[in-house]
Protein backbone atom coordinates (compact mmCIF):
# COMPACT_ATOMS: atom_id res chain seq x y z
CA UNK A 1 0.00 0.00 0.00
CA UNK A 2 0.66 3.96 -0.41
CA UNK A 3 0.14 6.78 1.74
CA UNK A 4 -1.54 9.78 -0.27
CA UNK A 5 -0.81 13.76 0.34
CA UNK A 6 -3.24 15.77 -1.08
CA UNK A 7 -3.09 19.33 -1.28
CA UNK A 8 -4.26 22.86 -3.19
CA UNK A 9 -7.59 23.29 -1.94
CA UNK A 10 -9.12 26.71 -0.78
CA UNK A 11 -11.77 29.25 -0.47
CA UNK A 12 -12.99 30.47 -4.15
CA UNK A 13 -15.60 32.66 -5.66
CA UNK A 14 -17.42 30.87 -8.42
CA UNK A 15 -15.81 30.36 -12.10
CA UNK A 16 -12.35 30.65 -10.57
CA UNK A 17 -10.32 27.67 -11.07
CA UNK A 18 -7.89 25.63 -8.53
CA UNK A 19 -4.86 22.81 -8.69
CA UNK A 20 -5.71 19.89 -6.54
CA UNK A 21 -1.88 17.84 -6.06
CA UNK A 22 -1.60 13.94 -4.84
CA UNK A 23 1.40 13.31 -4.01
CA UNK A 24 2.29 9.05 -3.35
CA UNK A 25 4.82 8.69 -0.40
CA UNK A 26 6.56 5.38 -1.71
CA UNK A 27 9.68 4.50 -2.61
CA UNK A 28 8.08 2.88 -6.03
CA UNK A 29 4.57 3.36 -7.77
CA UNK A 30 3.89 0.24 -10.15
CA UNK A 31 1.87 0.63 -12.83
CA UNK A 32 -1.35 -0.51 -13.82
CA UNK A 33 -2.84 0.60 -10.80
CA UNK A 34 -5.82 2.57 -10.17
CA UNK A 35 -5.40 6.46 -9.20
CA UNK A 36 -8.47 8.64 -8.39
CA UNK A 37 -10.09 11.64 -7.37
CA UNK A 38 -13.14 11.38 -5.50
CA UNK A 39 -14.94 13.95 -3.81
CA UNK A 40 -17.38 13.88 -1.06
CA UNK A 41 -19.98 16.92 -0.38
CA UNK A 42 -21.66 17.68 3.43
CA UNK A 43 -24.59 15.39 3.81
CA UNK A 44 -24.05 13.50 0.45
CA UNK A 45 -21.94 10.21 -0.64
CA UNK A 46 -18.65 10.09 -2.04
CA UNK A 47 -18.39 10.27 -5.62
CA UNK A 48 -15.89 9.15 -8.18
CA UNK A 49 -14.46 12.33 -9.81
CA UNK A 50 -11.88 10.83 -12.23
CA UNK A 51 -8.65 8.78 -12.50
CA UNK A 52 -5.79 7.50 -14.39
CA UNK A 53 -4.21 4.36 -14.54
CA UNK A 54 -0.45 4.45 -13.46
CA UNK A 55 1.82 4.07 -16.48
CA UNK A 56 -0.83 4.87 -18.97
CA UNK A 57 -1.74 8.32 -20.86
CA UNK A 58 -5.32 8.60 -20.78
CA UNK A 59 -7.40 9.66 -17.70
CA UNK A 60 -10.83 8.83 -17.18
CA UNK A 61 -13.88 11.78 -16.19
CA UNK A 62 -17.30 11.58 -14.57
CA UNK A 63 -20.18 12.72 -16.75
CA UNK A 64 -20.50 16.12 -14.27
CA UNK A 65 -17.21 17.31 -14.60
CA UNK A 66 -16.30 16.32 -17.72
CA UNK A 67 -14.84 19.10 -20.22
CA UNK A 68 -14.16 21.43 -17.44
CA UNK A 69 -11.51 19.60 -15.72
CA UNK A 70 -8.48 18.04 -16.22
CA UNK A 71 -6.24 15.06 -14.69
CA UNK A 72 -2.87 14.89 -15.12
CA UNK A 73 0.07 13.13 -13.99
CA UNK A 74 4.10 13.68 -13.42
CA UNK A 75 5.56 10.08 -13.01
CA UNK A 76 9.28 11.70 -11.90
CA UNK A 77 7.28 13.49 -8.94
CA UNK A 78 4.68 10.52 -8.17
CA UNK A 79 2.69 13.24 -7.82
CA UNK A 80 -1.50 13.45 -9.93
CA UNK A 81 -3.11 16.58 -10.67
CA UNK A 82 -6.29 17.81 -10.74
CA UNK A 83 -7.00 20.97 -12.44
CA UNK A 84 -10.60 22.61 -11.54
CA UNK A 85 -11.35 24.95 -13.94
CA UNK A 86 -15.10 27.30 -13.65
CA UNK A 87 -15.51 26.60 -10.23
CA UNK A 88 -19.49 26.46 -9.22
CA UNK A 89 -20.94 26.33 -5.90
CA UNK A 90 -22.22 22.85 -6.21
CA UNK A 91 -18.45 21.89 -6.65
CA UNK A 92 -17.70 22.34 -2.85
CA UNK A 93 -16.68 19.20 -1.04
CA UNK A 94 -13.54 17.69 0.66
CA UNK A 95 -11.64 16.25 -2.19
CA UNK A 96 -9.98 12.86 -1.69
CA UNK A 97 -7.29 11.03 -4.22
CA UNK A 98 -7.17 6.94 -3.84
CA UNK A 99 -4.92 4.39 -4.75
CA UNK A 100 -5.72 0.89 -5.95
CA UNK A 101 -6.05 -2.16 -8.04
CA UNK A 102 -7.03 -1.99 -11.28
CA UNK A 103 -10.20 -3.57 -11.05
CA UNK A 104 -13.01 -0.79 -12.61
CA UNK A 105 -11.01 2.30 -11.47
CA UNK A 106 -15.12 4.24 -10.98
CA UNK A 107 -15.60 1.93 -8.06
CA UNK A 108 -14.79 3.34 -4.76
CA UNK A 109 -14.02 -0.34 -3.19
CA UNK A 110 -11.02 -1.21 -4.96
CA UNK A 111 -9.16 1.41 -3.20
CA UNK A 112 -7.21 0.51 -0.56
CA UNK A 113 -5.16 3.50 0.25
CA UNK A 114 -6.87 7.10 1.09
CA UNK A 115 -5.60 10.38 1.27
CA UNK A 116 -7.02 13.09 4.42
CA UNK A 117 -8.56 15.61 1.49
CA UNK A 118 -8.23 18.64 0.61
CA UNK A 119 -11.40 21.36 1.00
CA UNK A 120 -12.47 22.95 -1.77
CA UNK A 121 -15.24 26.18 -0.99
CA UNK A 122 -16.80 27.51 -4.06
CA UNK A 123 -18.57 30.91 -2.85
CA UNK A 124 -20.87 32.80 -5.47
Known amino acids: QVQLVESGGGSVQAGSSLTLSCVVV?????????LAWFRQAPGKEREWVGN????????YYAASIKGRWTISQDSAKKTMYLQLNRLRPEDTAMYFC????????????????WGQGTQVTVFS
Open 98 to 113: AWGYNGGCEREEIYKS
Open 26 to 34: SPYLDDEKC
Open 52 to 59: IITGRQNS
